[in-house]
């Protein structure tokens, strides 16, 4: 807990479940044992050990949501030291840890606070307990025949007997302490009991004193949490409860008796706390709820140990470590921002909030939320737009984004909620994804809108049957891992027309030439070539908006968001919300290639182009060519969609020609699962060239980053070239 | 009426309770509403006028009676499917807890009386082993309702589960039957 937030949500839980766990024993009291009654309390524990939301799991009795947005909510007003708005605030641990730096906000200070507290707590019980320790000492032991009246009460019951057994002036009645070497203290000239007696040498025999300092820390840890106090001074009442139940079942009969008569002249006791100790005497109350357990008292049947268990395993699962997110499948998990079309801080903090439970677990869950971002801006709710971003872009640049959104939001004076006619219409689509050469990918996210074409006296107006022209929007992005999450980060924007086929419902996009994100190119012997692997890929439901676009020349068309469908039904469309843990659908093979002949004479070209990946268990699998009978896939583990093997003899090419063209090898659809190997563009190339009737040579390659119209841009602390 | 008489009573009811609880047959009509034929409000209902006959001869039963209202109360919501998504998940772990409850000590009792009414001392283990499964089979679903995904599994455990419901349907008819046998053969030789 390295903030006030995480304290916040992890005594939330831990209070949530206290309150369960009192109600289901208030409906078991008189049911189920007081072994169950105290066990019970195992379930609170974990609930308390486990940080609240750990491993994105989710409880039965889940407040992280609501604290998250009132999380997001305060710390949007401040500049926290400790908290963020953007960062969930589910604690990584149980316990505080030490504040990083010096406080900024009232928040933090609160944190300070809260920390503070903890060590004063922590030293005040280890003081009480030393000065009890130190005050056991000056004991007087007992010896002769109290003492042997003690050991034989010990081996009759078959219990451990503490090594010290002392008197003391100030014990009213007789306790056990000490964790490590427990001493068994009685009052000074005390009458042996051995019902009482029974009551303590059990309390050694199961350890309680282990409890006690365990219950100790956690007050510490909750110390502004009175309910939990109350709570584990109830946990502390039911040990007792079972203490009883214990001796009672070692005794017959009158017995019995004597021993709530016992408890009964204990009534009118003071409760004492002290840590590391254990005494029959709790307080008037507790005494009272006990001498009623022993009025209930049975021996419950055999086989009540069972649905304890089943009970307890049940409460564990359900209340403490919680079902994994995942449980229902992520590639189908839409997350739903809230509905508005004002900004108010509240429906920004829960919109931020939910991006922060909701962050992207795959890379094309990433790719999916970054798309959609854009496509949001025109279209829906403006949470939506927010949501996306939130949910894909890195957590640093989130406060810049929100600067943005609310900037958009306050110029947009005038929202009808229909699509702005110059919006990017259609998309996502991604192209190109390639590695980074690190942990992360290189990868084109396009979206689509139709030509603006005044008259057919306009050159670009298609001719009868031809597609109606598109241009595109393209960010050259970076997908990177930040823990178990993956972020994506623009590196680069271009717009131009949108050459090739694309097909109808923008899944697959072929013979464009366009640049993927890296591109290879050398020359030798007199021969230039330039290789930029093209797969496009599409995530989740597909890409939106296709119904949108004029796909024929069609002079009629005219645009009706709420009629416009594509062809496709109204329930066909796809889900316009994100989905953070998506996996690739489709996925078309292609390659751009340039062959060019920048001087001496003209010949025919043999080019084989062999794709390799740094990782041995990626092997190409696709080919393509004129000559297929020289493609030798070979054995492989993984079916490489994305890297093509590719042989083909090009046609006579004269001095300074050059020639260009885009290679497809088929692809795959459905869900495709998230093994990025399926989609990767190879890390290097092995091009291979024979002119004419010449011996076979080779072309080294050099890669260099790409936008699609060939320009170039740089990583962070790179150069150029990858 | 004999107390014999009382427990054949009891001890039918509890058949019948439990044959209305452990086995589902439903009419779907959509979303909005569900017609089950064997519904489990009856089931409940069977139990509770069981627990009331059976009580005088084992106290602790009388202890199940509220369960069994709040239970019968809730399985109402077996007629309007729409309702379960607006139950709140404790709520669902509460009738869960309840009802696993439940079932464990009203055989535990019905094992007890069948021992103490009966001289087939086997009848009493055999409800007791049934009980285990019971309460064990139930356990498990219920944590792959809520953390297995595997459907695999969840089938094996149904396909368990039916065995166990119709191994402790023919003990309970088992038991009933007994106790009416013995009931005939008290009044013969009254």
């Known amino acids: 807990m390295g903030n006030i937030w995480m304290f916040l949500q992890q005594t939330a839980a831990a209070t949530l479940t206290a309150l369960f766990l009192l109600l289901l024993q208030r409906i078991f009291l008189d049911k189920l044992s007081p072994r169950w009654q105290y066990g019970v309390w195992l379930v609170l524990l974990l609930r308390l050990l486990i940080p609240a939301g750990f491993g994105g799991r989710s409880t039965v009795l889940d407040v992280s949501l609501p604290l998250e947005a009132l999380r997001t909510r305060v710390e949007l007003g401040l500049s926290s030291a400790y908290s963020s708005p953007f960062a969930s605030s589910l604690p990584a641990a149980p316990v505080p840890l030490p504040p990083q730096g010096a406080p900024e906000s009232w928040t933090d200070w609160l944190f300070l606070l809260y920390w503070a507290g903890v060590a004063v707590f922590a030293l005040w019980f280890v003081f009480c307990a030393l000065r009890l320790s130190l005050r056991v000492r000056r004991g007087v032991p007992v010896e002769g025949a109290r003492r042997a009246a003690i050991e034989a009460l010990a081996k009759e019951y078959n219990l451990p007997l503490p090594r010290r057994v002392v008197e003391c002036r100030f014990a009213r009645t007789p306790f056990v302490l000490g964790a490590f070497r427990p001493a068994l203290v009685l009052p000074m000239g005390w009458e042996l009991d051995g019902k009482v007696l029974l009551h303590e040498l059990l309390h050694v025999k199961y350890r309680d004193v282990w409890a006690g300092w365990l219950t100790t820390a956690l007050r510490c840890i909750h110390w502004c949490n009175p309910f939990l106090w109350l709570v584990f001074d109830k946990t502390g009442n039911d040990r007792e409860s079972l203490c009883d139940q214990r001796v009672l079942e070692r005794l017959q009969g009158e017995d019995r008796r004597d021993y709530g008569r016992c408890l009964l002249a204990m009534a009118d006791n003071k409760r004492v706390r002290t840590p590391g100790a254990t005494t029959m005497a709790n307080g008037a109350r507790a005494v009272k709820a006990r001498i009623q357990a022993i009025a209930r008292f049975k021996r419950f049947p055999q086989g009540m140990g069972l649905v304890s268990g089943c009970i307890v395993c049940a409460l564990s699962l359900s209340l403490a470590v919680g079902a994994p997110a995942s449980a229902a499948g992520d590639e189908n998990t839409f997350v739903e921002a809230p509905s508005g079309m004002i900004a108010e801080p509240e429906l920004v903090a829960e919109t931020l909030s939910l991006a922060a439970q909701n962050r992207a677990t795959t890379v094309a869950g990433a790719l999916d939320a970054y798309g959609k971002g854009e496509y949001h801006r025109f279209y829906d709710g403006i949470y939506d737009e927010l949501l996306c971003w939130a949910i894909s872009l890195p957590r640093e640049d989130l406060p810049a984004v929100l600067e943005q959104w609310e900037q958009e939001q306050y110029e947009s004076s005038f929202w009808t909620g229909w699509p702005v006619e110059d919006s990017w219409r259609a998309g996502p689509v991604y192209r190109g994804l390639t590695s980074d050469g690190a942990d992360g990918y290189l990868c084109q996210v396009f979206w689509f809108r139709d030509l603006s074409l005044e008259s057919e006296n306009d050159p670009r107006w298609p001719e009868e049957g031809d597609p109606w022209p598109t241009e595109y929007l393209c960010h050259t992005v970076r997908i990177q891992p930040d823990g178990p999450y993956w972020t994506v980060e623009k590196l680069a924007e271009t717009t131009g027309s949108a050459d090739g086929r694309i097909n109808m419902f923008l899944t697959g996009w072929w013979d464009s030439l366009l640049y993927g994100p890296v591109t290879w190119s050398g020359e030798a012997n007199g021969v230039s070539v330039e290789l930029s692997c093209v797969p496009t890929l599409t995530s989740g439901e597909g890409p939106l908006g296709s119904e949108t676009l004029r796909w024929y020349r069609d002079q009629d068309w005219g645009y009706d968001p709420l009629t416009s469908l594509g062809g496709r039904n109204l329930g066909e469309l796809p889900q316009s919300s994100p989905i953070p843990g998506a996996f690739f659908t489709t996925i078309y093979n292609g390659m751009r290639v340039r062959v060019g002949n920048p001087g001496g004479t003209p010949y025919n070209i043999t080019l084989e182009v062999v794709p390799d990946w740094d990782d041995p268990e990626i092997t190409a699998s696709g080919g393509s060519g004129q000559d297929p009978d020289r493609v030798d896939p070979g054995e492989h583990r993984y079916q490489s969609h994305a890297g093509l093997v590719y042989y083909d003899t090009l046609p006579l090419l004269k001095a300074g020609e050059t020639t260009e063209f885009c290679k497809h090898s088929g692809g795959a659809q459905g869900s495709l699962g998230d093994h990025i190997q399926e989609f990767l563009c190879p890390d290097s190339f092995t091009v291979t060239v024979k002119v004419g009737p010449e011996e076979p040579f080779q072309v080294p390659l050099t890669p260099r980053y790409t936008t699609p119209d060939g320009g170039t841009f740089t990583l962070d602390g790179e150069e150029a070239a990858p | ?190």
Request: hydrophobic content about 55%; charged content about 15%; some cysteine.
């Open chain 2, 1 to 190: 009426m004999t107390e014999q008489a009382d427990l054949f009573t009891g001890a039918r009811r509890m058949f019948w309770g439990y044959f209305f609880l452990l086995l589902d047959f439903n009419f779907n009509l959509g979303s909005s509403a569900t017609i089950p034929l064997l519904p489990n409000v009856l089931g409940w209902f069977f139990l509770f006028r069981g627990v009331d006959a059976l009580s005088p001869a084992r106290p602790s039963l009388a202890l199940l009676s509220p369960f069994c209202t709040v239970l019968g109360v809730c399985s109402l919501a077996q007629f309007f499917p729409w309702l379960e998504g607006l139950s709140p998940g404790w709520l669902s772990l509460l009738l869960a807890m309840m009802t696993l409850y439940t079932h464990f000590q009203l055989l535990t009792d019905l094992a007890a009386l069948a021992e103490a009414s009966l001289s087939d001392g086997d009848l009493g283990k055999r409800l007791r082993s049934c009980r285990n499964f019971l309460v064990l089979s139930q356990t498990a679903l219920y944590f792959s309702d809520l953390f297995l995904a595997a459907t695999a599994l969840a089938l094996l455990l149904m396909a368990a589960s039916l065995c166990v419901y119709v191994v402790l349907l023919l003990q309970l008819w088992g038991f009933s039957r007994d106790l009416e046998e013995a009931e005939e053969l008290r009044r013969r030789e009254g």
